[in-house]
């Protein structure tokens, strides 16, 4: 072999750091993931872009162009947008065949008219049908999937109790004029392939909900998307604003066909009923996560793919209740590995709820001018859940264990046995085994986390049978590391220390109430099987690429 062919051979052992394959369409499930047509999991990281407003158009065309806002998505990490419409766009000509002038115009919003012309001009004078499909068009440009979503059908604000769009039969939520919509919207995007899903109603809700109608229309609609156009997923929500799904556990939908439904939810900081400012923060976590589990989560046991449609925060950070809620949030995402989409990606609205002024989306991913991430550090700790963890075709590495932070969203890294840990990176994290008799081991390797002493370094450590290696999992919410100091019995639990270190603290909170935040001290241990590139190959990495540069000095390639 000459110099050069094992020079390109052993770059081709490098790790690939970055594996970078698009899904091949159409999605399909199996059991409790979504996969590609090749089998492998496909991990829905969405973000919610809501069209369905009085004006009937995405929001936003006015802020920026099109192509700039789905190139933004891609570079916050996302890899598919939840697409909103309401029905009347397809169903009632006088509402979808105006154009997108014409209804801005009618809503006094001038300004909107100038903003598009602007940053949108070829979209002005297109009725609201071509501009829906032009912006999926845009979104397929940038490789991003689509999952369409029928928020309601008369275009508004969704969603109250009392908008005559929660239920089959309320005042504007005719059963037929439904169907007809799912029909056309799911035959209107047959061949286009990054249109991946459809939700066929959002947030079923108000007095008249009924369980019996339920099953009867939603399999209906379920029977008409996939007719129209086999290659979607099918996607069903709950009753009481998409909170409730627990009725599936006493019956399943019965669908003609397979492998293509999948279950929504959603989960804000008020979808429990919790006191996220007042109670203790790990039983309020522990409830809320039961409470989950039990309006849907089993359908993940059962085999059911659970996507959680809708979670979002205010985004400035300064809502106590709703920065809890998302750590212990990002807890729950992170170990059942949930397909999800924040809501929204809108930075702003060209009306909402009839007011003008009333533009600033504090929940919006954008900000106010869709410029760039309101909050950009969100981003940095969303970003170890916009990959797939587990799934089938991720990787042939047997699963281990990752020590995920929900605060920050990083792991626990070890560097090196003689360098303190440190959290970083999900992809630079060891392969963790969290053993039945409570060791942390390095997998494969003789080395485990041990405890020192209150305010130290947690360290790397060979001699695993001393109490020192064994660590409980504490509190309601089982999310301190904990181990038992030997002279004093002193808990310490795993804490982040100010230089970003892994040291041991006191445990924080375990009986408290709200005034005490344990967040830092919370680590959920996780199940992954992903390829884990420089967390494996630290070894190696040195030894190769001193030999490559030895052969480069020598020449040989010449
Ligand atoms: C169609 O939309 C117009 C404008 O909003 C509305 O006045 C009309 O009632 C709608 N027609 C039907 C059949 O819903
Ligand atoms: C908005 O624009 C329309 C059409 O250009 C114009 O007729 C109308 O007077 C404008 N309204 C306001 C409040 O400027
Ligand atoms: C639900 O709808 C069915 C079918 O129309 C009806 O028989 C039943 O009484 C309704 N149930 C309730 C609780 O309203
Ligand atoms: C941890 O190690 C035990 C015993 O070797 C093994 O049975 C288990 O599958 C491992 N678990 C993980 C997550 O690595
Ligand atoms: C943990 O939850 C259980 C059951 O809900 C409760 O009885 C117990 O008081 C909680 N623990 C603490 C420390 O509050
Ligand atoms: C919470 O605990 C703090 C500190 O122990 C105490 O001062 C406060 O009164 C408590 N608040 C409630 C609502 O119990």
């Given amino acids: 072999m000459s110099p050069l062919l094992l020079l390109i051979f052993f770059v081709s052992l490098l790790p690939n750091t970055y594996p970078i394959s698009a899904p091949s369409f159409p ?3 199996n059991s409790r993931w979504i996969v590609d047509s090749t089998g492998q999991r496909v991990k829905l990281a969405c973000v919610s872009w809501a069209a369905h407003l009085e004006p009937v158009a995405a929001e936003g065309l006015s802020k920026q162009p099109v192509d700039f806002v789905a190139k933004k998505v891609v570079d916050l990490g996302f890899n598919c947008v939840r697409f909103t419409w309401a029905v009347q766009m397809v169903t009632n000509a006088s509402v979808g065949s ?9 809503l006094g919003l001038n300004e909107s008219v100038a ?14 049908v071509q501009v829906y499909q032009e912006v999926v068009a845009a979104l397929a440009r940038s490789n991003l999937m689509v999952i369409l979503d029928n928020q309601l059908s008369k275009p508004g604000w969704c969603c109250s109790r009392y908008d005559g769009n929660g239920f089959f039969g309320d005042e504007y939520f005719d059963t037929d004029e439904w169907l007809s919509g799912l029909k056309i919207i799911a035959t209107m995007f047959t061949s286009t392939p990054n249109v991946v899903g459809m939700s066929l109603r959002n947030e079923f809700r108000g007095p008249n909900q009924n369980l019996t109608l339920w099953y009867r229309y939603i399999q209906e609609g379920a029977e008409v998307v996939h007719s129209a156009n086999p290659n979607l997923l099918v996607i069903l929500s709950g009753l009481n604003f998409d909170l409730d ?11 003609s ?14 979808s429990n009923g919790a006191d996220w ?3 203790n923060q790990n039983n309020v976590c522990a409830s809320v996560v039961k409470s989950t589990l039990l309006r849907g989560g089993f359908l993940l046991e059962q085999g059911w793919p659970l996507f959680l449609s809708e979670f979002g925060f205010d985004q400035s950070g300064t809502h106590l209740a709703d920065n809890r809620y998302l750590t212990c949030f990002l807890s729950v995402t992170a170990e059942w590995d949930l397909d999800w989409a924040l809501w929204a990606l809108q930075g702003s609205y060209y009306l909402r709820d009839g007011q003008v002024a009333y533009d600033d989306e504090s929940y919006g991913l954008l900000t106010r001018d869709w410029c760039k991430a309101r909050n950009p550090s969100f981003v940095k700790r969303i970003s170890a859940l916009q990959s797939p963890l587990q799934g089938p075709g991720l990787s042939n590495k047997n699963p281990y264990n990752l020590i995920f932070h929900p605060l920050t969203g990083l792991c626990v890294v070890m560097d090196s046995p003689s360098k303190p840990l440190q959290l970083g990176p999900c992809a630079d994290s060891k392969a963790w085994n969290y053993t039945s008799d409570g060791k942390l081991v390095v997998k494969g390797t003789s080395y485990c986390l041990q405890s020192v002493n209150l305010g130290k370094n947690a360290k790397i450590g060979t001699d695993c049978s001393k109490p020192n290696s064994k660590w409980e999992l504490l509190s309601n919410s089982s999310m301190h590391i904990s181990s038992k100091l030997h002279k004093t019995g ?3 639990c795993l804490d982040i220390g100010s230089d970003g270190t892994i040291i041991t603290n006191r445990c924080k909170c375990l009986f408290e109430n709200g005034t005490c935040s344990p967040e830092s001290q919370w680590f959920k241990i996780i199940l992954s099987n992903k390829d884990i590139t420089r967390g494996d190959s630290n070894l190696a990495l040195p030894l190769v690429a001193s030999w490559l540069s030895k052969l480069l000095l020598l020449g040989f390639w010449r």
């Fill in 277 to 279: 400012e007042n109670g």
């Fill in 115 to 128: 903003g598009v012309s602007v940053n949108n001009p070829e979209l002005l004078d297109l009725n609201l």
């Fill in 27 to 29: 999605l399909f499930t």
């Fill in 245 to 255: 799904l627990s009725f599936l556990l006493l019956k399943q939908t019965t669908l």
């Fill in 490 to 492: 002193t808990l310490l």
């Fill in 98 to 106: 105006i154009t997108l002038r014409q209804s801005l115009l009618q």
């Fill in 257 to 270: 066909f397979t492998n293509k439904l999948v279950y929504e939810i959603h989960w804000y900081e008020f």
